[in-house]
C-alpha cells in the first residue's frame, strides 16, 4: 500500500502552460514534503521542498501548496518550458525518522514547444 | 551528481546468480541509501546506513544484502538473482548535521537486468 499517491501518471503541457502534479500522503507523522526532478539517464534531484508550517512555497517557476487538513500537497509549474520536461516525484518522510523518504509514483511531464 | 558514482551502470544477469553493485561518494556524508525505481511505483528504500556501523533494512529489504565498508562506500548484493529484480537502482547519500531534513544526492543509478 502506497503511503504517498501521486497522479497523473504522465502530463502533456504546452509551452508556457501549468503543469498541476497531486500527491496525497495517508501518514500524519509526515513532517516534510520535497518534491525531486529526474532527466532521463540521471538520478532525481531535489527541487523544491516544504514543511506543514506553511501552505505555499515558492522558488522561481516552481511552487508547492500544502493542504494539511486534506493530507494533500502540490506542484506547479508556471510557464512551462521544454526543459522542465522530466519525471517529477513527490515525497514525505518523518523528522524523528531522520532522512528516510517514502516516493510517490512519479509524474511524467512532457512541455511540447 | 558526479560526487556519487555507481558501478556497473548497466549489468545483465541470470536467474541465481550472485550479483553486487557499488556505490561511492566524495560527498563526506554519513548517511547513505539504496533504492529501487520501478514504473509507476517511484523509488522503494531498500536499506539504509546513518554511519558505518549502522545497518537498516527499508520497505523492500527481502532478496537483498548491503555492506557499508566505509564512509564513502556502500555496496549492495542480490544473493540469487531473480526476474522481478530487474530495475532501476540507486544509490543517495545525506549530511547528518545541520538540518533535520537534509537533501539526498542521488547517483546515475544501474540498470539491472535479471533473465
Known amino acids: 500500500q502506497q503511503q504517498v499517491k501521486q497522479s497523473p501518471q504522465s502530463l502533456i503541457v504546452q509551452k508556457g502552460g501549468i503543469s498541476i502534479i497531486n500527491c496525497a500522503y495517508e501518514?500524519?507523522?509526515?513532517?516534510?514534503f520535497p518534491w525531486y526532478q529526474q532527466f532521463p539517464g540521471k538520478g532525481p534531484a531535489l527541487l523544491i521542498a516544504i514543511r506543514p508550517d506553511v501552505s505555499e512555497k515558492k522558488e522561481g517557476r516552481f511552487t508547492i501548496s500544502f493542504n494539511k487538513s486534506a493530507k494533500q500537497f502540490s506542484l506547479h509549474i508556471m510557464d512551462s518550458q521544454p526543459g522542465d520536461s522530466a519525471t517529477y516525484f513527490c515525497a514525505a518522510s518523518k523528522g524523528a525518522a531522520g532522512n528516510k523518504l517514502t516516493f510517490g509514483g512519479g509524474t511524467r511531464v512532457l512541455v511540447k514547444p | 551528481d558526479a560526487d556519487v558514482t555507481q558501478t556497473p551502470r548497466n549489468r545483465i544477469t541470470k536467474t541465481g546468480k550472485r550479483i553486487m553493485l557499488e556505490c561511492s561518494q566524495t560527498?563526506?556524508?554519513?548517511?547513505m541509501y539504496w533504492y529501487r525505481q520501478d514504473p509507476g511505483l517511484g523509488l522503494r528504500l531498500i536499506y539504509y546506513?546513518?554511519?558505518?556501523?549502522?545497518?537498516n533494512k527499508g520497505e523492500i529489504s527481502d532478496g537483498y544484502s548491503v555492506s557499508r565498508q566505509a564512509q564513502a562506500k556502500f555496496s549492495l548484493s542480490l544473493e540469487s538473482a531473480i526476474p522481478n529484480q530487474t530495475a532501476l537502482y540507486f544509490c543517495a547519500t545525506s549530511d547528518r548535521t545541520g538540518a533535520i531534513y537534509n537533501e539526498q544526492f542521488f547517483g546515475p543509478g544501474t540498470r539491472l537486468t535479471v533473465l
Open positions: 560527498k563526506g556524508h554519513d548517511r
Open positions: 546506513s546513518f554511519d558505518v556501523k549502522d545497518i
Open positions: 501518514n500524519t507523522a509526515f513532517d516534510y
